[in-house]
């Protein structure tokens, strides 16, 4: 069997693969990249198998409706990691020391969430981007810090 | 098609499913949660799925082999993805509020993360623990703030 199986799955099952596209603005201070990505149920379940959180607030529909939540909602570290592909859209290959985040209101199953990075400091190869992650409100706000090669 | 058969196809592609099982040890400062678990190819790819992130450092080995890393490496973020998963697993519903990463060595495809966290302060329901990562060596280290309920 071929990854490309887990895809085709994936995909059938409702997920929304998105092309992979480099930026090509110029990485300067200010600079901003937007992505967002819808996030269905197949995606908070493949984030079950991957990490192995099967936190009932994220799959018992019953359980989560008795939480101050009222429902089920997406893993935070699922939200987050769409500013992980927010910043490998940028020109140059970039890879992730440091990640600060506030997850401020919950995503539910379904919601689209628009991630927008902001270039706030460079040092040589190293970039700080303010991040935020949107609904219809702020969920997520926090920082990264990447080395740009 | 159901959701089970995302986690056949993840199975047949060598994904390792953990059973998720609650500790039962007293909450309280000095409290440890030891998970772990492999993160294989198929994880690797699930995490560009899920999130969109294709950064070539992490499929593409021709490329990722000319980089300092001499080879691909796993997502930062599906490393700490093992967080999310240790911290669920205390009793009580867990929370995340905020989450501080600092990714200071690769992670190979195929090798087994552990994740040792630490309760280091409890504030009402507010909990703050120490989260750490390896492999052979402390591959992340960092700190979660959770709600628990």
Redesign the interface.
Known sequence: ?E?K???R??T??G?E??K?KKERGKIEIGYRIR?S?KIS???V???G?????????HFDEEFASK???AGR?V????T??????AV?KLSG???????????LKPVRIGETVEVVCEITEIKGNKYTLKAECFTEEKVVEGEVQILL?
Chains 1, 2 share one sequence.
């Open positions: 069997m990854l199986e887990l895809e799955t994936y059938e099952l997920g693969v998105k992979f992505y990505k149920e197949v995606d379940f493949a984030f198998l991957m990490s192995g959180d099967w936190n009932p607030i939480t101050r939540f909602v893993h935070g570290m699922l987050t990691s769409l500013v992980s592909a490998a290959t970039a890879v992730l020391i440091e990640t600060k985040f506030s997850y090669w």
